[in-house]
């Protein structure tokens, strides 16, 4: 099985800075595309910014892009998400994702949700104005 386990959410005024931590686990070999996913109540999830680990490339949502980074630390097992110059808007519960298949996943749909297979339990972070 694949175990993530996000940490470093929190609460943080509008235009701060937090950085989100996934440490992941896997039983079943390696996990090809991972990514951020938030969630704010009555909707779905909204995916936030990619990673694939066989060939080093990032894909974020319009919102967030070139604000937030994410990164992967192979020897670690360690998926980041640094988040710049916040925004109320950028207030939910923040979720880490795995996919296992190494089928190729057009950039297209990096971010759609139901492409993952593997989630944690979410870390809230909340943007005050």
């Known amino acids: 099985q694949v175990q993530l386990a996000e940490s470093g959410g929190g609460s943080v005024q509008a235009g701060g800075s937090m950085k989100l931590s996934c440490a992941y686990t896997s039983a079943v070999g390696k996990i090809w595309y991972m990514a951020w996913f938030r969630q704010v109540p009555g909707k779905g999830r909204e995916g936030v910014a990619s990673?694939?680990?066989?060939?080093?490339?990032?894909t974020y949502a319009d919102s967030v892009r070139d604000r937030f980074t994410i990164s992967h630390d192979k020897d670690k097992k360690v998926l980041a998400l640094q988040m710049e110059n916040l925004k109320p808007d950028d207030t939910g519960v923040y979720f880490c994702?795995?996919?296992?298949?190494?089928?190729?996943?057009?950039?297209?749909?990096?971010?759609?949700?139901?492409?993952?297979?593997?989630w944690g339990q979410g870390t809230q972070v909340t943007v005050s104005s």
């Open positions: 994702a795995g996919r296992q298949s190494a089928m190729y996943l057009p950039e297209t749909q990096r971010l759609t949700e139901n492409e993952y297979n593997y």
């Open positions: 990673y694939s680990t066989a060939i080093d490339t990032t």
